[in-house]
């Protein structure tokens, strides 16, 4: 036990839970499902305080894609504080904001042919999330923005406007206008063409909507239930806007910074989104940030219309440049696809082996879902996951997907390990 978790023993309680419990809103969640005390971790291994080691495949649901405590990005935060760099600064020039703005421009969006100005906004998705529908609104002039059925866009209350969860709605308290919702992919069934459906519904006389400011999409509805669009849904929907002058918004808050297998989700599809949200993993190391990339022409924003105290956050900047060295990086790349096909291979074959159990297998790079009868039962694999030192969390619209997110960095026996644990789970509700 080393000493920064000796120190932290010593002074908790001898019911360590006591000081969550007594004193922490009831509305925590994720340490109900995981209830140790984490100390340390180190790229997918989390330690708690009594020196338990667990596998992470939850990664910050999605925020360390690059696994805890990256050295390579830690070293370069490390020099930037010892330097006395800035960390805070509003939305003023600093030296750590043009290193990330020309590194974004050089490694990601050059070689992509994407032009995109960067807002940087408040440091949650969310805010992202609101700037981009505030921006589409201000841009054409209407208000109405179509978002999907499972989609999930954040808590704040127009982000949760086209978000699709009941039970997250229903805690706004009020209404949460101005969203059309329109099935996803495969949501009436594989045999009906959601696309169809949509622009029927905006080109018939009588349908009722208005036409909208923007479409608002994930190309992976992760929280929805992992559920993936295909690059043809994608391209058609792009079409589909471009020819009612429509602004796509993609929300790559989850699925982006290469959890798809590419940097963004969307680029399987060819697509060029008007407008692409980006937080999570866009730091690197689990700092908050977050950014709306914007196509030139659409940068119609007075200074400060849209503004946040944290937008400035300098650390972020640092670590996020340092982390796009990967995107340079063949090694990573291909180990990249390695996992992503082991990962493939493995829930492929759970699939053939416990037919009854799994209903379905979604994903692609290193974000998957198995899909499961009922939420009690994906409650109990991901608890007995937890109990055999694996943190995997579950999804979906009724709670019944159990949803990988393994570092893109975790090496091929912390991956083993964690997928062996996982089948055991799956194992044991398979025999009941």
Request: proline share 5%; aromatic share 8%.
């Amino acid at each position: 036990m080393n000493n920064f978790i000796a120190e932290a023993v010593s002074l908790i309680s001898e019911d360590p839970a006591d000081t969550f419990f007594n004193h922490e809103s009831a509305v925590r969640s994720y340490c109900r499902k995981f209830p140790a005390i984490f100390a340390t971790a180190r790229n997918s291994i989390l330690t708690d305080i009594n020196g338990t080691s667990y596998i992470d495949f939850l990664s910050g649901a999605g925020s360390l894609n690059y696994g805890h405590n990256n050295p390579m990005i830690k070293e370069a935060l490390l020099d930037y504080l010892r330097s006395d760099g800035i960390t805070h600064s509003l939305d003023l020039h600093t030296s750590a904001k043009k290193t990330f703005i020309e590194a974004f421009n050089r490694v990601i969006l050059g070689p992509r042919a994407l032009n995109y100005r960067l807002q940087f906004t408040g440091p949650t998705g969310a805010n992202a999330i609101e700037a981009a529908m505030k921006l589409a609104r201000k841009v054409t002039g209407r208000t109405n923005i179509v978002a999907f059925s499972n989609a999930f866009h954040g808590m704040s209350l127009g982000a949760l406007a086209a978000s699709a969860r009941s039970a997250k709605r229903a805690a706004a308290g009020v209404s949460l206008p101005d969203i059309t919702r329109m099935p996803y992919e495969g949501f009436l069934g594989q045999q009906v063409d959601s696309l169809s459906v949509l622009e029927n519904m905006l080109t018939t006389p009588g349908s009722g909507i208005d036409l909208p400011a923007a479409f608002i999409v994930e190309s992976v509805q992760a929280e929805g239930g992992v559920n993936v669009a295909s690059p043809q849904w994608l391209r058609g929907l792009a079409q589909l806007a471009s020819r009612h002058g429509i602004l796509l918004i993609v929300d790559d808050i989850q699925a982006g910074c290469g959890r798809t297998g590419t940097f963004f989700s969307f680029e399987r599809a060819g697509i060029q989104p008007d407008l692409v949200c980006l937080a999570k993993s866009i730091s690197g190391y689990g700092l908050p940030m977050s950014l709306v990339l914007i196509r030139p022409e659409l940068d119609l924003w007075q200074p400060g219309e849209h503004n946040g105290t944290f937008r400035g956050n300098n650390l972020a900047f640092i670590a996020a440049a340092q982390a796009l060295r990967y995107w340079q990086d063949r090694d990573f790349m291909d180990a990249l696809g390695q996992r992503s096909k082991q990962i493939a291979d493995t829930l492929a074959h759970w699939q053939e082996t416990w037919p009854q159990l799994i209903k379905a297998v979604r994903g692609l790079g290193m974000i998957w879902g198995i899909e499961l009868p009922d939420a009690p039962t994906t409650q109990q694999v991901s608890a007995q996951a937890y109990a055999g030192g694996l943190i995997v969390e579950t999804c979906g619209a009724q709670d019944n997907v159990i949803k990988l997110l393994p570092p893109l960095t975790i090496d091929p026996q912390s991956l083993d390990r964690g997928l062996a644990q996982l089948g055991r789970a799956l194992s044991s509700a398979a025999k009941k």
